[in-house]
């Protein structure tokens, strides 16, 4: 399976832009240039399709067609480049005319390579729980928005009316968008108010949660979803910079925290503080394990699941989930000692990036995907 395979959507690269769109347009160009030249050499000047059929209308007309889909390449592309793409399309095992579920909808690059693979009597639902990705929501009958957090699966389902799904895809964390637009909080690299909520009309802010909680829970926050050895300083460090005034901002934080983080690792420990923040501020893993349970009541005999996930807390909830079928890990065995578990697993070690994806977009470095299917004898 190749990657063009799944069309014109963001994240298959320019050159793929230029396979399915630019090169048809140019295509078009050249041919419509040509009858041109020849109705022109027949009629002269007087050629009754006048501009149209002109050199320069068409080269204009040409040019524009090229310009309008490079536009929306990039916006799209901008918007978030999807990692694994023909990778988790493949595990989903789609079924053309079956219901399937992207649970982290973004700029849609998932969703499309789902659409693009459905026939059309297929289905797609896409969560977010952020508004902003609504404005990539593709024009298709075939796709529902649903402005949620995927932990409320199981219901959002039933008030759909569907009675099961025949796949669920999540690729977890934030798109390239929530780093990229300042304001919303999530980067040290400019100056902004500290929110970091996907949801900005629900929950606390990050500096609101900076303000409230106590010592111990922010060195919990650190410790679980950092690998710093100095959690304990860094709770200790705000808890007394924000007696002096409150940290409202990335940078304010950013100072802060640049006190206890040796000078030659601050890039990377300063992007794991934030993302140990984010992941506190979403409660992500918690949102993680709702939707992994709810998945089995959702999913119909046979149906998949596949989960990319970008931080080793995650993967480890994924990892266990799969094998043992509960949150905790703990696997039952029958009489005969063989695991009881609902899951069939399609990929015994993660998916990760190829190191060419990897150079094409760096940021899915530390994607890894993993894929079950749930055992065709469980209801
Ligand atoms: C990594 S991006 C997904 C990008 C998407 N696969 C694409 O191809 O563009 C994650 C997206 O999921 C959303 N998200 C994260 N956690 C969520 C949750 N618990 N419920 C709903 N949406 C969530 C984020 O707002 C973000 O837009």
Not at 40 to 57: A, N
Not at 66 to 77: K, L, P, V
Not at 331 to 347: A, C, F, H, R, S
Request: charged share 25%; aromatic share 10%; glycine share 8%.
């Amino acid at each position: 399976m190749t990657v063009g395979k799944w069309g014109y959507h963001p994240g298959n690269g320019v050159d793929n832009f230029l396979d399915k769109k630019c090169k048809i347009g140019v295509l078009f160009c050249k041919l419509f240039t040509k009858i041109s030249l020849t109705l022109r050499s027949e009629f002269g000047e007087v050629c009754p399709y006048g501009f149209f059929l002109s050199f320069r209308g068409i080269r204009n007309f040409s040019r524009f067609v090229i310009f309008y889909h490079f536009f929306i390449y990039m916006s799209s592309e901008s918007y978030h480049i999807p990692a694994l793409l023909p990778e988790a399309i493949e595990g989903l095992a789609i079924r053309p005319g079956g219901v399937y579920v992207d649970c982290t909808f973004g700029g849609g690059g998932h969703t499309r390579g789902i659409l693009s693979a459905l026939a059309e009597s297929g289905r797609v639902y896409g969560f977010d729980r952020d508004k902003e990705a609504l404005g990539n929501a593709p024009e298709d009958s075939r796709f529902t928005f649903v402005h949620s957090d995927f932990r409320y699966l199981s219901n959002w389902m039933d008030y759909h009316g569907e009675e099961g799904v025949d796949g669920i895809l999540a690729d977890l964390g934030v798109s390239f968008h929530h780093f990229d637009k300042a304001e919303r909080g999530f980067s040290f690299r400019s100056d902004a108010p500290l929110d970091m909520r996907m949801n900005q009309s629900a929950g606390i802010t990050a500096a609101e949660l900076l303000e409230e909680s106590d010592e111990r829970r922010l060195a919990d926050i650190f410790r679980t979803y950092t690998d710093l050895r100095q959690s304990g300083q860094l709770a200790k460090a705000i808890v007394t910079a924000r007696d002096h005034s409150p940290i409202l901002t990335t940078f304010e934080l950013a100072e802060v925290a640049r006190k206890v983080i040796p000078p030659q690792r601050e890039k990377k420990e300063l992007a794991q503080v934030f993302q140990a923040l984010r992941i506190a501020v979403n409660d992500e893993m918690g949102s993680l394990r709702q939707m992994l349970e709810e998945s089995l009541q959702v999913l119909k005999p046979g149906g998949r699941l596949a989960i990319i996930t970008y931080h080793s807390i995650e993967d480890r909830i994924v990892k266990n989930f799969f094998r043992s079928g509960t949150l905790d890990g703990e696997v039952e065995k029958d009489l005969y000692g063989n695991v009881k578990t609902p899951w069939k697993q399609i990929t015994r070690n993660p998916i990760v990036p190829s190191a060419e994806e990897v150079e094409r977009n760096p940021r899915s470095r530390s994607a890894k995907l993993r894929i079950a299917e749930k055992k065709k004898d469980v209801r």
